[in-house]
């Protein structure tokens, strides 16, 4: 064999174990969620005061497509290191440690306490009322 053959092998290998890791995450972590009926955006976020409400509902679909949890499933008291966390034995990619790394760079040299999605929504609407209502600075936590 030569070795542009056995490279070639090696790639579409390895190609095919990154797919077949991405599908077999998405998957198991899609499952976690489907148990839990589904709800509107507001009523997930009915404990903040109205105006919030009306703020956050516009980021929570985002947030739920970034983490991958299905429309409607997601939960202020999901975790970030327990709930939303991927597989590890089966992921590359892992969504919840990269929106928690966003935030770090959104508010830099300050210790921010992150392990649910509540805390998220709560620095969320902490860089909206510094921003005077300006929603692009938030909507730039969701990339």
């Known amino acids: 064999m030569n070795a542009a053959l056995i490279v070639g092998i090696l790639v579409a290998a390895g190609i095919a174990t990154a797919v ?3 599908f077999l995450t998405r998957r198991d972590f ?3 969620f ?6 509107d955006a507001r009523e997930a976020l009915s404990e903040f005061a109205p105006d919030e409400v009306e703020f956050l509902a516009t980021l929570w679909p ?6 991958g949890v299905p429309q409607g499933r997601l939960r ?4 970030f290191g327990v709930e939303l ?3 590890p034995k089966l992921a590359i990619y892992h969504a919840a440690g990269e929106v928690i790394e966003d935030l770090q760079e959104l508010f830099p040299g300050q210790p921010l306490s992150v392990s649910t999605t509540r805390d998220y929504c709560e620095c969320a609407l902490r860089l909206w009322r510094d921003s005077l209502g300006r929603h692009d600075l938030v909507r730039a936590m969701l990339g």
Request: no cysteine; aromatic share 4%.
């Open 76 to 79: 202020l008291t999901d975790r």
């Open 30 to 32: 899609t499952r976690r």
């Open 20 to 22: 077949t890791s991405w």
């Open 85 to 87: 966390q991927a597989n």
């Open 34 to 39: 489907l148990s839990r009926p589904a709800i």
């Open 62 to 67: 985002r947030l739920e497509k970034v983490l």
